[in-house]
């Protein structure tokens, strides 16, 4: 935590945000740069690949435990898959279940202190709505040609009610990148920062000598950390079947 | 006092505009409350439900995250 010329400690809830080079300072240059974000990606990546790649080496039927961690996600993310988009939902478990591992670990990793969480920014969560939003598109076209825009006409619907409805549907259509990312980061930098305040309150408490005040701000502390991995799983999951139901418009558009 | 009127309206708004947040907090209770109902009378049909309990969540909070990001423009981008 940073320090005031007086010495008191100062609230800044948002510097953990911040994007920078790892090497060398300055400003981040180009696209290249290899800033704290791009590690803990890579941090993400690797993470990933130990679990699923070395834990299931052994293949055991009786699972060692950390197989067991693997083989849980996997059925879990299929599961929800078959639930909701069906048979020939198989082709596309393994884009949702790359999707949710790999927020859940950036959701997590995010959690160690010090590091950086990649999913608290928009730039990040955006390329994943937008890429589950073009896939829609491009998928649905794919499947169904013009029928695709079937999704819009609600055929159950009064005839005169069709048109109102088609349009608040293309809105809806259209807003789901956005919401469908702004859902991720905005959980994620909330989170965050509200603990920063809380860890700013408690050593602001401490350093203006009334620590005997600090035990109960630091319970919630732990109570508000322990709430925040809930929200980095569920949001993980929410993403995951958020990204379900928008394929499931693609391979089946009529209502 | 330092600062200025734009300032001011800014800071104003970004406050105004996180009471929407409060609206999320109402509708994530509505759904969970109601889920709960649901599920204390017929226990057996709950675990099935679950995912669209998280469903509507997600729907019910993100238009109140829409006026976090409302007020975060405000503080840092305008």
Known sequence: MAVSESGAPVIDPMGQFTVGPLFGGGDVGSFLTITNSTLWMFVAILAISALLIAGMRGRALVP????????????????????????????????????????????????????????????????????????????????????????????????????????????????????????????????HAVLKVFAGLLALLIYSGLGILAILPLGLMVAITALEFLVACVQAYIFAILTCIYLNDALHPSH | MEGNIADMGKFIGAGLATMGLGGAGIGVGLVVGNFLAGALRNPAAAAGQTATMFLGIAFAEALGIFSFLIALLLMFAV
């Open chain 1, 64 to 191: 060692t435990r950390t197989q067991s961690v693997a083989e849980i996600l996997y059925t879990f993310i299929r599961s929800m898959v078959m639930d909701i988009l069906g048979e020939d939902g198989k082709t596309y478990f393994p884009y949702i279940f790359t999707i949710f591992i790999f927020i859940l670990f950036s959701n997590l990793l995010g959690m160690v202190p010090g590091s950086f969480t990649t999913t608290s920014h928009i730039a990040v969560t955006a390329i994943l709505a937008l890429a589950v939003f073009i896939s829609v598109i491009v998928i649905g076209f794919m499947k169904h040609g013009a029928g695709f825009l079937k999704l819009f006409w609600v055929e159950s619907a009064p005839l005169a009610l069709r048109p109102v409805l088609a349009l608040i549907e293309v809105i809806s259509f259209f807003v789901r990148p956005l919401s469908h990312s702004i859902r991720l980061a905005g959980n994620m930098m909330a989170g």
